[in-house]
């Protein structure tokens, strides 16, 4: 789930899954507009990375699983994130979240859903409980910063709100943050085959 591209910043590259102060100040103004969708609920960070931002979910979210597939970045959160009671590491081997179905309020994905398996969104559906949120938070599909992932792997917003829409998950916000953009998408309380 960490990306492997190393994006520029500041005039030098840094691992994704590495937070910087300028990222982190985004994060909180991100969190800030999506604390109704995960107040009290338990989260999932996908791709959490460091924990920088795992930080900023587990200040309103009852439990966040912080979900990496790189055992390295797993252990930084771990330091990173000392003496935080609500916050879970799971190390992801493979597709899948390593979660019961059902089991989720919501899953935040920054940064971090471009580099999933077509078809995630299925995974992510089968995590969350009933009318939970999906929350993706991810570059545009555009030339407008000199960083960030490959263009060809991008998704843009209107593909990834189709993907989830397939699932029975309509949008319930969407926001412009210049070079990314924000979706939260909530799952049908119905049963849908995934």
Request: with cysteine; charged share 20%.
């Amino acid at each position: 789930m960490t990306p492997v591209h190393e994006p520029q910043h500041g005039g030098r590259h840094m691992h994704w899954g590495w937070s910087s102060p300028d990222r982190l100040e985004l994060m909180e103004r991100v969190v800030g507009e999506i604390k109704p969708y995960i107040e009290g609920r338990s989260v999932v960070d996908l791709g959490s990375g460091d924990g920088g931002i795992t930080k900023i979910l587990a200040s309103h979210a009852s439990t966040v699983y912080a979900v990496d597939n790189d055992s390295m970045m797993l252990g930084a959160l771990a330091e990173n994130c000392k003496g935080i009671p609500n916050i879970e590491p799971l190390l992801s081997k493979g597709a899948a979240i390593p979660l019961k179905d059902g089991s989720a309020g919501a899953v935040f994905a920054s940064n971090s859903f471009h580099d999933m398996p077509r078809g995630y969104e299925a995974e992510i559906h089968r995590v969350l409980e009933p009318e939970g949120f999906a929350v993706v938070f991810d570059w545009k599909k555009a030339h407008i910063y000199n960083g960030g992932p490959p263009l060809s792997i991008r998704l843009d917003q209107e593909t990834v709100a189709k993907r989830f829409a397939a699932l029975g998950f309509s949008k319930v916000m969407e926001r412009d943050y210049g070079t990314h953009y924000l979706l939260v998408l909530q799952k049908s309380g119905r049963q849908t085959n995934a």
